[in-house]
């Protein structure tokens, strides 16, 4: 087994005709299109230098192809997020930006943060994934209509929108009915969304974000849990200065999803989220504020649940 010190990293940045690919400690780098030819070109140059571990871009998905090419030839996968390898050349004070520095920086950016672990590709999370996140596309285009259409307008334009409207609802149902048939054609999908949804509160949309957004549930602590789906207050402190603390980072699309889903089960239908959400307000604390507490602690609670295998329980989950 190489050890971790001595694995040989490329940096792929990808484009959706081509990837440039970088090997600092070679000094090598090279472009190849987006082929069959041009895959089998990357894979026979990496296994030349013995690169043991691939890093790219999450690039709007045209990145997949490649991550499951070279993870199909044996090599190491890594999908990260563009904002922290831009940061980090920031950091180091390289500003320019085109295609081959770019793959030199993410390059860079793996062998200093080695330590992270590869990453298994999954085919049916990905599909969850993008069907949830199609169905909340058009919940939210349903939104931004129907307020619109609570303000005057004129007769043609309110027709047009009920037209929309009416074609939108069926396209939402057919995206639900596709959400359903996955997660209960899916065993470990089943199973997580049984336990979801047993939190009152939460249905089939919220628990099909977690399934697909949040597999690392029950998994990990309840301080990696909160960080992942960007609910972690972090500190902003300065000699004496204590600066309020902010959520940043982690998942957004699954943050933003259980936002009115959380919201719904801290006013109305959970008793211990009402409870202590009302408790926060009665503190003094904005209501934004409680809100996104009771997000975290919904989701330390759904951690708990898939690290014993529980369905939810009041009396295990009530909080003081």
């Known amino acids: 087994m190489m050890a971790q010190d001595d694995l040989v990293v490329v940096g792929i940045d990808v484009a959706k005709d081509k990837v440039d690919a970088c090997i ?24 030349k230098y013995r690169v043991g571990k691939a890093v790219m871009e999450a690039s709007g998905g045209y990145e997949r192809q490649w991550r499951n090419v070279l993870y199909n030839a044996g090599i190491e996968i890594r999908i990260v997020d563009p904002r922290r390898v831009r940061n980090f050349a920031l950091s180091a004070g390289r500003l320019a930006k085109n295609d081959p520095i770019d793959a030199e920086m993410i390059a860079w950016f793996a062998e200093t943060f080695s330590q992270a672990p ?8 990905e ?4 069907l949830a996140k199609a169905r ?19 007769e043609l334009a309110r027709k047009a929108h009920a037209r929309i409207l009416k074609n939108l609802a069926a396209e939402i149902d057919k ?38 957004g949040v597999p690392e549930l029950g998994q990990v ?11 972690a207050p972090y500190d902003d402190d300065s000699g004496k200065r204590r600066g ?29 989220l009402k409870a202590f959400y009302l408790r926060l307000l ?30 939810w329980n009041p009396g295990h989950h009530a909080v003081a």
């Not at 600092?24 to 082929?35: A, G, I, K």
């Not at 909340?136 to 004129?154: C, F, G, S, T």
């Not at 939190?199 to 919220?206: E, M």
């Not at 602590?221 to 609910?231: Q, T």
């Open 282 to 311: 009665a503190k003094g604390k904005e209501p934004k504020v409680a809100l996104v507490a009771c997000m975290r602690k919904l989701i330390i609670i759904l951690n708990t649940m898939f690290a014993r295998c529980q369905k």
């Open 175 to 212: 995206l639900e009915a596709a959400i359903s048939f996955k997660i209960k054609a899916t065993p470990e999908f089943a199973q997580r969304a049984e336990i979801i949804e047993s939190v009152p509160g939460l249905a089939q949309a919220t628990s099909a974000v977690l399934i697909a």
């Open 136 to 154: 909340k596309a058009l919940v939210d285009i349903k939104i931004r209509l129907r307020a619109q259409n609570e303000h005057a307008a004129p």
């Open 24 to 47: 600092r400690r070679v000094e090598l780098r090279q472009t190849f299109p987006n082929t069959v030819q041009g895959h089998r070109k990357l894979v026979a140059w990496l296994r």
């Open 118 to 125: 590869g990453q298994i590709p999954d085919a049916a999370r």
């Open 127 to 130: 599909e969850l994934a993008a």
């Open 221 to 231: 602590s309840d301080e990696v849990a909160a960080a992942l789906v960007g609910l």
């Open 244 to 272: 309020e603390r902010h959520i940043k980072g982690g998942r957004r699309w699954v943050r933003n999803a259980i936002y009115m889903p959380c919201l719904g089960a801290a006013t109305q239908n959970n008793p211990v």
